[in-house]
């Protein structure tokens, strides 16, 4: 752990609250601080300044005035123009030619077509090379699904920073688990989650029904499987369900103009894809998956990248300690698998071998609820959503339950960015 605090330190020349938090995971934070020291700081197709400003530029989607900022600082100090943090008119016109690419990953990449990667790329002036869009995506789709990380988890700005420890609200109203991880827990322990209180009867009895659930899916699967046609309906049915789960505390939460100013189109968010008769075709995985295509594109086209982020992948996914609560031994894959493609599907992604009725079995509603805010409007998020789901779980876990959600999410905007680059080029 150490060694990764003096790496972090080194590296980014201070120890942030999203490491400090990223930390209860020690084999996910090493992925995640070496894949974003090499997206900001070696060679790359774009220049270090771009890489901040795009940073900025995807945090601001988010209202996340915590990334916004580091990246403000970061900017200026390897040369960045003062003037562009006026706002985005005040970029250079190849960037703000980003922004309709940045704004529909952020909040509906299923609307992601070819012709928009043409623009980008065709436009006489200011046009982008392949290699350069590759870097900005990554980019884009790495802090959108950062900003859901800083949202889900409460984080608050460091005590040097403007913001932090102060009477202002962080980002999610007062609770921050970097303080849990240093052990403070403020007056009356205000930050401590019901999770971190004495256990009551009835979440201890909400670990033990999840288990059995698991327990009894495992034995319908070993019993009997689903057909092709039965599998298809149970995923229409979780993804029209998707669309209804919504936050309960769903006021509209205004950008200020500090953080929207790197933005254009302030209005535009994150709209359920079937809503008002629109019918987006299904993104079937079998046709076109990171694994068999988005890795070995992003890999020819800034070589390196493509197998960091496949790291990364399988670390938040396939990480364990075999543990729910209070239960050692436990496999958890049903679950981290359930969360996952829960994520995926309210993207519109299917796994034709994956039986969506057990998303139903094992995620309740208020975990849905946490889940799609954090995933789609994670400025929405609030403590109250934290405290809600899986009460009698650590605060570690729900910092793994982040990490599933940060990666799916990534995974996500990429599989249809990328595809649309694809088509692009064939």
């Known amino acids: 752990m150490h060694t990764l605090f003096a790496e972090s330190f080194a590296t980014l020349g ?17 992925s995640f601080l070496k894949t974003q020291h090499y ?35 970061d900017f200026l100090h390897v040369g960045g ?21 940045n704004k529909i990953l952020a909040h509906r990449p299923w609307l992601i077509t070819k012709e928009h990667i043409e623009q980008l790329l065709k436009t006489e002036e200011n046009s982008w090379s392949l290699a350069e869009l590759i ?20 984080i608050s700005p460091e005590i040097d920073c403007e913001g932090g420890h102060t009477f202002r609200p962080p980002s999610v109203s007062n609770y921050c688990i970097c303080d849990i991880t240093n052990g403070y827990h403020g007056v009356d322990d205000i930050h401590a989650s019901p999770a971190a209180s004495i256990p009551s ?49 769903d006021e509209e939460s205004a950008a200020t103009r500090d953080v929207s100013r790197h933005f254009e189109d302030t209005s535009y968010g994150y709209k359920d894809f079937s809503r008002h008769g629109m019918h987006v075709p ?3 995985v079998q046709d076109y998956s990171w694994e068999d295509h988005g890795y070995s594109l992003v890999n020819r086209l800034y070589p390196d990248v493509g197998q960091l982020l496949d790291e990364k992948f399988h670390i938040a996914y396939n990480l364990t300690y075999n543990t729910m609560a209070m239960h050692k031994d436990v496999d958890t894959s049903m679950l981290r698998r359930a969360i996952w493609n829960y994520i995926h599907c309210m993207f519109g992604i299917r796994y034709d071998d994956y039986d969506y009725g ?9 975990f849905k609820v946490y889940i799609k805010t954090v995933v789609c409007t994670p400025e929405k998020t609030t403590k109250r959503m934290y405290d809600s789901f899986w009460r009698q ?11 599933l959600l940060v990666e799916a999410r990534m995974q996500a905007e990429l599989l249809y960015a990328l595809r649309a680059i694809t088509r692009y080029m064939t």
């Open 14 to 30: 201070r120890l942030d609250n999203v490491t400090l938090v990223m930390v209860f995971h020690p084999q996910y934070l090493e």
């Open 39 to 73: 997206l900001l700081q070696m060679d790359g197709p774009l220049p270090l300044h771009y890489r901040h400003y795009i940073g900025i530029m995807a945090a601001a989607r988010h209202q996340c005035s915590y990334l916004v900022n580091l990246h403000v600082n």
């Open 358 to 366: 057990e998303i139903n079995q094992l995620l309740d509603r208020s």
């Open 393 to 403: 779980f650590e605060h570690s876990e729900k910092v793994h339950v982040n990490l």
């Open 282 to 284: 299904t993104f079937r």
């Open 135 to 154: 870097h900005a995506v990554v980019l884009l789709t790495h802090y959108h699904s950062l900003a859901s990380f800083t949202f889900g988890c409460g």
């Open 201 to 249: 009867t009835e979440s201890v009895c909400e670990v033990e029904a999840l288990m059995e659930k698991m327990k009894q899916l495992q034995e319908c699967r070993d019993e009997e499987e689903a057909s092709q046609e039965e599998m298809a309906t149970r995923f229409e049915r979780e993804k029209r369900e998707s669309m209804f789960v919504c936050s309960s505390e």
């Open 81 to 101: 123009d003062p003037k562009w943090l006026n706002g985005l008119e005040n970029a250079p016109q190849k960037l703000q030619n980003l922004g309709e690419l």
